[in-house]
């Protein structure tokens, strides 16, 4: 018997499929959620499957959104603020000519539900009340084999949704599962087809995959399907490149294993193109359509990476400058899983964290001291406003950082040093 979990969420599902029931019709958890608590995984979120169509969910519940209404989806939302339950009509699909949404739809039964849903294990319905799975396509077996397996032929599913090949892949590594012999053959014939998806929809299957604890296997595995020749052929592309330490490719998944879970995806991202450098990265990243958010983090990440092997040369108003810069705790990760790899030397890591570590015990001002003079002093001292106070102020703050200026009267002092009309 499969309890469902206190959390907000189930307890709205529950009673989405309770008030349904009322109405006469049939209604079951679905999909994804019943996987996960199979599994005693927490689920994300909760879908309902229901013999209703979308006009009669629509009307039992007070406070719903329409999100795919020509489909039989509608979205009921709860009283607290983010807790919501996708409710979906029964349904038959249609040929897909577009390769991912079905050209028609026909509402059905349960039965045929599952029959059109993508993997077995994501095919099964559960009855919260008395925790009974409801099983028309073998999935608990299935889940019990940790199999990933096509919803009967696996050419048809893969043909329906190709972003389905890249599912399987991420199922699998995610759940730590096989893949079902004849799904994987089906994959392998079909992997250059994946590219009739949109950008947006390659990226986030690729963001999933970064952040699941499979994510080195995944990307192997998408070498091997060929899906990554088809999505990221430069990263493809390092399998036939070799360094003094072996493969590429083999460096960069090793490196993908080692990271910290769950990872920042700027770290993953970086991991994975960190072979290719920062200009490459940033033209996969805006091919994909990333957020400038994630593409900057990543260029920054890259970019900086090569400086943790001279950072004992750089002077000690570098250092300070260097390691207090906003995600430096991004760029030490990425450090740590290079040095774990063999990629970088130990010891600039072990360096990096020491010197950063006695930055910041010494207090804030060893890392952002607070100037003693502003521009008023400047102009106080005769220097014409422009361009010369920052570099002025600039330079008193690398004063300050080595430790060579502490009070008001020493920086008046420098200035007057550096500048003659002062």
Not at 220 to 243: I, R, W, Y
Not at 264 to 279: F, K, T
Not at 335 to 351: D, M, P, Q, S
Request: proline content about 5%; hydrophobic content about 45%.
């Amino acid at each position: 018997m499969i309890e469902l979990p206190n959390v907000p969420a189930a307890a709205l599902a529950r009673q989405v499929v309770r008030e349904l029931r009322k109405l006469g019709h049939v209604a079951y958890l679905a999909g994804g959620c019943v996987r996960d608590l199979i599994l005693q995984r927490t689920p994300k979120d909760y879908d309902v499957a229901t013999s209703a169509l979308a006009e009669q969910v629509e009307a039992a519940f007070r406070k719903t959104v329409a999100v795919g209404k020509s489909f039989g989806v509608i979205t009921v939302l709860g009283d607290t603020s983010g807790v919501m339950v996708e409710v979906a009509t029964f349904r038959h699909d249609g040929p897909y000519s577009d390769g991912r949404h079905p050209d028609s739809v026909r509402f059905t039964n349960a039965e045929e539900d599952a029959a059109r849903r993508d993997f077995t294990i994501n095919a099964l319905f559960l009855d919260p009340e008395t925790g009974e799975v409801v099983d028309y396509v073998n999935g608990v077996r299935d889940l019990e084999a940790r199999v990933v397996r096509a919803v009967g032929d696996p050419a048809v599913r893969f043909s329906e949704d190709k972003l389905r090949l890249l599912r399987a892949v991420r199922f699998a590594c995610a759940l730590n599962f096989d893949i079902d012999d004849a799904t994987l053959e089906a994959i392998k014939r079909m992997a250059l087809e994946v590219s009739v998806c949109s950008k947006e929809r390659i990226r986030d299957e690729l963001n999933k995959m970064l952040l699941n604890p499979g994510r080195g296997r995944a990307f192997g595995l998408l070498f091997e399907t060929s899906l990554l020749e088809a999505v990221l052929p430069d990263v493809a592309g390092l399998h036939g490149k070799q360094s003094s330490d072996g493969n590429l490719l083999k460096r960069t998944l090793l490196c993908l294993d080692l990271l910290t879970n769950p990872p920042a995806l700027a770290v993953a991202w970086a991991a994975l193109l960190r072979e290719l450098g920062p200009g490459q990265a940033v033209n996969i990243l805006r091919r994909l359509r990333s957020t400038n958010d994630l593409t900057q983090r990543v260029e920054m990440i890259l970019t900086d990476s090569p400086r943790f092997a001279t950072l004992a040369q750089l002077t000690l108003a570098q250092q300070k400058r260097f390691l207090r810069k906003p995600g430096i705790e991004d760029d030490l990760e990425l450090l740590r899983t290079c040095c774990l790899a063999g990629v970088a030397e130990a010891n600039h890591a072990r360096l990096a964290k020491q010197k950063l570590d006695e930055f910041r015990q010494a207090g804030r001002d060893a890392l952002w001291p607070t100037l003693p003079i502003s521009g008023d002093d400047l102009r106080a001292l005769g220097i014409a406003p422009g361009p010369v106070y920052k570099d002025l102020l600039t330079a008193l703050e690398d004063e300050m950082l080595e430790g060579r200026i502490r009070t008001k009267e020493q920086a008046l002092a420098y200035v007057r040093s550096r500048h003659p009309a002062a």
